[in-house]
Structures are given as C-alpha cells and as structure tokens.
C-alpha cells in the first residue's frame, strides 16, 4: 500500500512516522508531504531516509491511503480530491468531522462506523478521544446521560509552535528570574502562538469563543461525542484549558448515568476496557498524569470515586497523550482496521 503523510513535519505528523514504524505498518511506498518551507528536508525511516515533499497543488499524491494532518484548511480544499484519485484518508483536522457522510472513530468506540465509508474518515478531537476512551464502555454499560469536564490540555495539542513557545518562555523566564514569583514587568514573555503567557501560567483554551460562551474545543468535545457515541440527547458542558505542560492532556469528568451507579461498578467496567489502564493508588496518592501519560498508548484512569454532590453518579481523573492517541495512534488505529477489513488495496 502506498501511504502519504501530509503534515509530516508537524507534531502528529512526526508521530505518525514513528508509529507507522514502531507497528510496522504494511506499506509499499512512503510519501512526506508538508508546507514548501519543510521541502528538501530528510527525515529517518526504517533505517533508511525520506524527503519531505511540498504539498502538490494538483492534489496527486500517489497513494493509497492518505493520513491527513497538515489542519483544516488543507484538508477542506483537498481531502476529497485525494478520494477522487482513489485513496482513502483519515484526516486528523476538524475539517469533516461533523460532516454526515464522514465517520468519526475511535477503533475501541465504534469500529462498526467505519463500514460503508465514502473516502474520508474522520479521526476525533484529541479532548474526546481521551474522555470517550473511559466514558465509552461506562456508556454501554449504564448509559450516560451528563457528562461535565474540565481540561488541563498541553501545549503541544497546539503544534510544534506550541511547544517552542513553552521552552522559550520558561527558558527566559528563568533565566530573568522573574518565575515562580514573577513580578510584573521584570519579564517581558512575548507571547507569539499563544495570546497569554503560557510558562508558569494557565489560560482558557486558545479557540475562538462562541455566541454562547463556549470556545471552539469544548464545543468538540460535546458534537464529537455525541456522535461517536450515537447518544444526540447526550448533555455535555466542558470548561477547557491550556496548562504549561509538554505533553499529554488531563481531563477531570463528572458522569451521570440512565441509572445509579456504584464505584465497584464503574471500576469493574474501566478494569476491562481496551485502550484504558486503572491507575488509583489512594495510598500512594498515584493517579493520571501528563508525565505517566506521556508515550503511552493507554489512556490511564484514576481517581475514580462516588461523586458526593450526586448520587449515583461516578468522577474520575484521566490522562492522555494526546499527540499520540489523541491523533497520530487513533489514525493509524483506523488505518489498521481499515487494511484488516481489506477496505483499502
Ligand atoms: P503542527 O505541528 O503545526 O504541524 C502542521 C503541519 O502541517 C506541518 O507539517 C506543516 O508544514 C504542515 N502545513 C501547514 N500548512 C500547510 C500547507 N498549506 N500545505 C502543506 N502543509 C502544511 O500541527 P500538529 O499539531 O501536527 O497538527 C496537525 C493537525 O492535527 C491539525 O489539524 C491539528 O488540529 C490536528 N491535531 C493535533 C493534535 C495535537 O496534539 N497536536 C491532536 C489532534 C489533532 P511545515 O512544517 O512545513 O510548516
């Protein structure tokens, strides 16, 4: 099979390589694709070396399967002149994820969306994939009726810019001496990606705010989730924000259900369920971290208890790595299930 990564230079486009190796994806041809700044740029394969690509305007890429992740806009204009051309993508952008002919997975959730596909699949939000690794199998067994999450989401769910703007920042920062203390004005951050400081400080998340007070990603992680789990009366309200840290998201959530549910039930769920790894060490005070999460293909789950202000309803704690199964490993997850259905050549 000849696959394209377009994107390749970025944070999931870098982790997509690494995985296509790590897993030995069963590919014939390998093709780099990004913006014209990266071309002529080499990159280590499989113990060989491939160059980076521009982007072909003409929309050609010589494959069969097309892992897009290059953002939205790239993949409005060309992702369905790729299928044209025969190839199947799985885009990482929210270009087509609320689109009806569009399916939306995440391989443990809801493999059966992929059959019948028209070209394009969609690859969640990294906020939903994260959340719905553990709200998922809590659903099927007792129905979710509310969720309310909170997000500490790391900067580079923002991109490689993300996270040069941490290091500098945090470099400078300590280095001026202004931090932790930070005095005002003794450190100039010049924020560039993000709008605020993001080195020892915390913002709302860096999406457009709606007409309702939402911001774009909390808004994702409500749609998405609805339709990936197939619950439209689903009611979800998330308040999402960007922490200083490298990698990985962390999510508080707060989960009611059609009935009452008790923690031993709600753990004897989360202890089977794929993709999730328990760790609830109350003794140790051991829960979900970034820095736990980071490199992990689990998403880790703690913090599980009765919530007290509502009976019946469960809290917990997760974390993700988000630039690997937020993205890169969910798209080569469905990449996978795709060749073991034999739905691309
Ligand atoms: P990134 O680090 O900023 O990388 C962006 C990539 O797209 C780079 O390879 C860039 O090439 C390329 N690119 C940008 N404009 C292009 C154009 N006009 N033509 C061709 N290539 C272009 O971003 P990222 O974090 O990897 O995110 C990529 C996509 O995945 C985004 O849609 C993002 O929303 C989504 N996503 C990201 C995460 C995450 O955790 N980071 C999680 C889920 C989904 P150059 O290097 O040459 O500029």
Redesign the pocket.
């Known amino acids: 099979m000849r696959v394209a990564i377009?994107?390749?230079?970025?944070?999931?486009?870098r982790e997509l390589l690494a995985l296509l190796e790590e897993r030995r994806f069963p590919l014939s041809q390998l093709r780099l694709?990004?913006?014209?700044?990266?071309?002529g740029r080499e990159v280590a394969f499989a113990g060989g070396r491939l160059v980076?690509e521009?982007?072909p305007e003409s929309g050609d890429l010589g494959a069969d399967l097309v892992f897009s992740?290059?953002?939205?806009?790239?993949?409005r204009q060309h992702a369905w002149r790729w299928v044209e051309r025969g190839a199947v993508v799985v885009d990482?952008?929210?270009a087509w994820r609320l689109d009806p002919r569009v399916p939306l997975v995440v391989p443990e959730v809801n493999p059966a969306a992929l059959d019948g596909h028209a070209g394009v699949i969609a690859?969640p939000?990294?906020s939903t994939i994260i959340a719905l690794l553990a709200l998922a199998p809590l659903h099927r067994a007792f129905g979710l009726t509310r969720a309310t999450v909170a997000t500490y989401q790391?900067v580079?769910?923002?991109?490689?810019?993300?996270i040069a703007e941490l290091r500098r920042q945090s470099a400078e920062a300590l280095a001026a001496e202004a931090a932790p203390s930070g005095e005002p004005g003794a450190y100039d951050a010049r924020p560039e990606k993000f709008r605020h400081p993001i080195a020892f400080n915390l913002f709302s998340h860096d999406s457009e705010v709606l007409d309702d007070g939402y911001n774009e990603e909390e808004r994702k992680l409500a749609l998405e989730s609805r339709k990936i789990l197939e619950a439209p009366e689903l009611a979800v309200s998330a308040t999402c924000v960007r922490v200083p840290v490298f990698r990985a998201h962390a999510e508080a959530i707060h989960a009611e259900f059609a009935r009452p549910v008790s923690e031993a039930e709600a753990r004897a769920v989360l202890a089977a369920a794929p993709g999730v790894r328990l760790v609830d060490d109350r003794a140790a005070n051991t829960f979900p971290m970034p820095v736990t999460a980071s490199g992990q293909d689990d998403v880790l789950v703690g913090r599980l208890r009765a919530d007290a202000s509502r009976p019946g309803a469960i809290a917990l704690f997760v974390a993700g790595d988000?630039?690997r199964k937020?993205?890169a490993l969910n798209a080569v997850q469905i990449a996978e299930a795709l060749v073991a259905r034999a739905a691309v050549a």
């Not at 377009?6 to 486009?13: C, I």
């Not at 992740?69 to 993949?75: H, L, T």
């Open positions: 377009v994107g390749a230079s970025g944070a999931v486009g694709f990004a913006s014209p700044r990266s071309a980076v521009a982007l992740s290059a953002g939205g806009a790239v993949s990482n952008t929210s690859n939000n990294c790391a580079s769910g923002a991109g490689a810019e993300g988000q630039v937020g993205a």
